[in-house]
């Protein structure tokens, strides 16, 4: 594991270098999930992919920005599912964005996952790792440096709803709403990262992206992106579900499958589950 974190702490401070360079054009290709990829997102994921192949205990990867998963050591126990540059379309309006790692053993899946981190690139680089605890660390002259456990309250203040509105279910709407009249804090950049790096270290709240009328099955992918942040939350305390079941107990059939995903505090949490049942 501790060649794993040092192969994504490697791999945070190249991307972070390729951040700072101006010139970021579109690329002519599109990855599984229809996006166009920027020619940022194929650099990150170039990046990452070279990193882990130095690990001789990583058996295969999975990026978001490639169809197939990738075998590079048939003798490896873990198996790594990222998204090396989520929010990407924000770096133009010079907005913070994440790279996003789940790391299994022995295969891809929720409850194979042991460990799971994420870094955010904003004014400042930060990182956390979640494996028997949730740890915070931040990029300080070229290395990452232990910051602090991070733990999670019971009730928080922070309300980051995904999606566009006019396709929410009404009761999903009503229940946003209904946390806005209760005095909740919009707090919401379009970046998944640095939208539940806010709540977290803030303590909790509550970020959604539901099932839409045009995404029927959510936005954010399994492996890439919801695995990974249910695996944090849970560690922190908090609580990661679909509306209905725990996030870490849904399997996939395809990499790139989708899932609503609510992640969050308790007490935000049980009304989502209470409003999604009565909703069923
Ligand atoms: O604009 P929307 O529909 O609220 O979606 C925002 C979500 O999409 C994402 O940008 C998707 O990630 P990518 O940039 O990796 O495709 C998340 O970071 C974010 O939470
Ligand atoms: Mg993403
Ligand atoms: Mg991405």
Known sequence: ??????????????????????DIG????????????????????????EEFSRVE?????????????????????YFISYDPLDGSSLIDVNLSVGSIFGIYEGNFGSQNMVAACYVVYGPRV????????????LLQA?????????????KGKLMAPGGTQQNWPLYHKAMID???AEGYRLRYSGGMVPDLHQILLKGGGLFSYPATSDKPEGKLRRLFEVFPFAFVYEKAGGIAINGHERLLDLGYAHLH???????????????????YADNA
Do not use: W
């Not at 930060?126 to 660390?137: D, G, Q, S, T, W």
């Not at 070229?142 to 019971?154: A, I």
């Not at 499958?257 to 409003?275: H, I, L, Q």
């Open 1 to 22: 594991m501790d060649k794993i974190f040092e192969a994504i702490q490697i791999s945070a401070k190249r991307i972070k270098t390729a951040i700072d360079v101006k």
């Open 26 to 49: 579109y690329s002519q290709q599109e990855n599984s999930s229809g996006e166009t990829q920027l020619e940022l997102d194929i650099k990150c994921d170039m990046i990452i992919a």
């Open 57 to 77: 205990d990583v058996n295969t990867i999975s990026s978001e920005e490639k169809e197939h998963a990738e075998v590079l050591h048939e003798n490896g126990k």
């Open 126 to 137: 930060e990182m956390v790792f979640a494996y028997n605890k949730v740890k915070l660390y």
């Open 142 to 154: 070229g290395d990452f440096e232990f910051v602090k456990e991070v733990r999670l309250t019971q």
């Open 178 to 180: 209904g946390f806005f």
């Open 257 to 275: 499958d989708t899932s609503p995903c609510f992640f969050g505090t308790e007490y935000e949490v049980k009304r989502v589950k209470e409003v």
